[in-house]
């Protein structure tokens, strides 16, 4: 598959690799120059390119990228890419970083507002999984121990599609809904960053509260904001367990 990708961070950077360590054809960009990717580019095959360029021709699009930077992308920057390409989103909404988006803040699902924003239907997915998670607990289709992603979007064959991307990752995925019901997935939710199991992950889907998530998304970032940021990716299990924590009232695990 020939697979685009904006944004090549902790998320980005880490799909890169798992797609080209696959065979697919990855193309990335990034915001501060495509120099910058010289390094990956030669440990994966991936290529740097433009922006105009990392969405032509291409099977997949995954966006990966601040939330706050959505908004800068061109206006009309997909317009010309095929209807039934699959466009990822993997962000999540943090005021603290993003500023206040007053749609979300309102209720909007986070990924609605991206697609707003970009004038294109978007597949949420890789939103709920840490950094060091999706780079170190993935694991062969059947383990008793994979963990499972959920995907969420208005296009079944879209889903399905992504859903092999996820397998590529290391990891089952579990289909639920729409964009608009994609608020299951979103920080604050138990489903968010808890690693869980397929049969696990359907009933923390389940079982979500909206009116909870802003409270949880907050107290589960106030804990990462303790740690500096270089612990951020090792510290994962221990992040995930207390993610768990927060969320043990909705969660059998
Ligand atoms: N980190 C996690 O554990 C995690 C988990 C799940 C979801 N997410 C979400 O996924 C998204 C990406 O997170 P991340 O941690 O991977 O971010 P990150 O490490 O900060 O990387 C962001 C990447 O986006 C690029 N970028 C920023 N603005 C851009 C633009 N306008 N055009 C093209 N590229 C642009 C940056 O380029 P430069 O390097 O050139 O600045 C960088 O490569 C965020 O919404 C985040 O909330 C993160």
Do not use: C
């Given at each position: 598959?020939?697979?685009?990708?904006?944004?090549?961070g902790n998320i980005g950077g880490t799909l890169v690799r798992q797609y080209s360590k696959a065979g697919h054809h990855v193309k990335?960009?990034?915001?501060?120059?495509?120099?910058?990717l010289k390094d990956l580019a030669s440990e994966t095959g991936a290529s740097g390119v433009s922006l105009a360029d990392v969405i032509n021709d291409v099977d997949a699009i995954i966006i990966?990228?601040?939330?706050?930077?959505?908004?800068?992308?061109?206006?009309?920057?997909?317009?010309?890419?095929p209807a039934n390409t699959p466009i990822v989103d993997t962000g999540n909404y943090y005021p603290l970083r993003d500023g206040k988006?007053?749609?979300?803040?309102?209720?909007?699902?986070?990924?609605?507002?991206?697609?707003?924003?970009?004038?294109?239907?978007?597949?949420?997915?890789?939103n709920n999984i840490l950094a060091g998670s999706l780079m170190n607990s993935g694991r062969s289709k059947g383990d008793p121990q994979r963990l499972a992603l959920p995907v969420s979007g208005?296009?079944?064959?879209?889903?399905?599609?992504?859903?092999?991307?996820?397998?590529?990752?290391?990891?089952?995925s579990y289909d639920y809904g729409t964009l608009e019901e994609s608020w299951r997935q979103q920080p604050g939710s138990p489903a968010y960053c808890t690693d869980l199991n397929l049969s696990q992950l359907k009933k923390a889907i389940a079982k979500t509260r909206r009116d909870l998530l802003p409270g949880r998304r907050d107290l589960g970032l106030s804990f990462i904001l303790k740690?500096?940021?270089?612990?951020?990716?090792?510290?994962?299990?221990?992040?995930?367990?207390?993610?768990?924590?927060?969320?043990?009232?909705?969660?059998?695990?």
């Open positions: 598959m020939k697979i685009g990708i904006i944004g090549v990335m960009t990034n915001a501060s120059g495509i120099e910058k990966s990228i601040p939330m706050l930077e959505v908004p800068k992308l061109p206006k009309g920057l997909f317009e010309k890419v988006i007053a749609d979300i803040e309102n209720g909007m699902p986070e990924s609605v507002w991206v697609s707003n924003q970009i004038r294109r239907p978007i597949i949420k997915a890789y208005d296009n079944k064959e879209s889903k399905n599609l992504v859903s092999t991307l996820l397998d590529v990752s290391g990891f089952d740690h500096k940021p270089e612990q951020f990716i090792p510290l994962y299990k221990e992040f995930a367990q207390h993610f768990r924590v927060i969320y043990e009232s909705d969660l059998e695990v």
